[in-house]
């Protein structure tokens, strides 16, 4: 299974032992992308997914709260009065428990790893600009150098507004790859982006480098956008 439907807990059959399966498919499809290196779009997807487990599971235990409740006594050493539940849980709220108790963990233990590989990846990865850093810094473009063939894949950039995590991010997008060696260096290549796009006359442009071949686009533009991101916020 490569996708899990954000509305995997309430589609088709409710059935912890149902449920179990199909996290467990999409968690060994996570698996084998997070081996490859290939961590995006599946990272931010798996945050997603824990964080709406975490507002079911905060939701039911604030109307489980609400409820009325029996007194019971009072504990004098603490002073204070003790209760006793008097709502039970019916079947299908139990099931919810069980699969958001068995889900939640793993969510979480796959997305350590996938921010593990993450930061190791830019650590290996190095930003420099093309020629002179102009002062708007919020749109440009990309140089992806290849690790071991003489091509650079270009990318335009530009600062969005903000994400489903009220995030402020960048908007990336492909143009082309290029062939670069004597008499085409990645500067003439920003002077052709020039030209072709004259609504940017003086561009943020910078090479990206690594010292491993990642794949680029699950794995290096995210990487590459996360870096920009802070050279924007720093400027």
Sequence with gaps: MKNLHYNWLTEGTFDFEYKKYVLLAYLQHINSEFTNNRLHPHLPELRKHLNTCTEIKSTKNQIK?????????????????????????????????????????RFSKYIVEGTERFNEVEENVKISPVGIVPLRLQEGYLLFLHTWQPL??????????????????????????????????????????????KSLPNPATYIVE?????PL???????A???ILKEITIA
């Design 217 to 223: 686009h699950e794995t290096l533009v995210p990487v």
């Design 210 to 214: 690594s010292k491993y071949e990642y």
């Design 225 to 227: 956008e996360k870096l």
């Design 152 to 197: 650079v894949s270009i990318f335009q950039y530009q600062l969005a507004l903000f994400n489903q995590m009220r995030e402020r991010y960048l908007k990336t997008w492909f143009l082309e790859t290029v062939r670069i060696g004597i008499g085409h260096s990645v500067s003439q290549v920003k002077v052709d982006l020039t030209r072709k796009n």
């Design 65 to 105: 709260t609400s409820l009325p409740k029996n007194l019971t006594g009072i504990n004098l050493r603490e002073l204070k009065l003790e209760y006793e539940e008097t709502h039970q849980d019916d079947p299908y709220m139990e099931d919810l428990n069980y699969i958001l108790d068995f889900a939640m963990p």
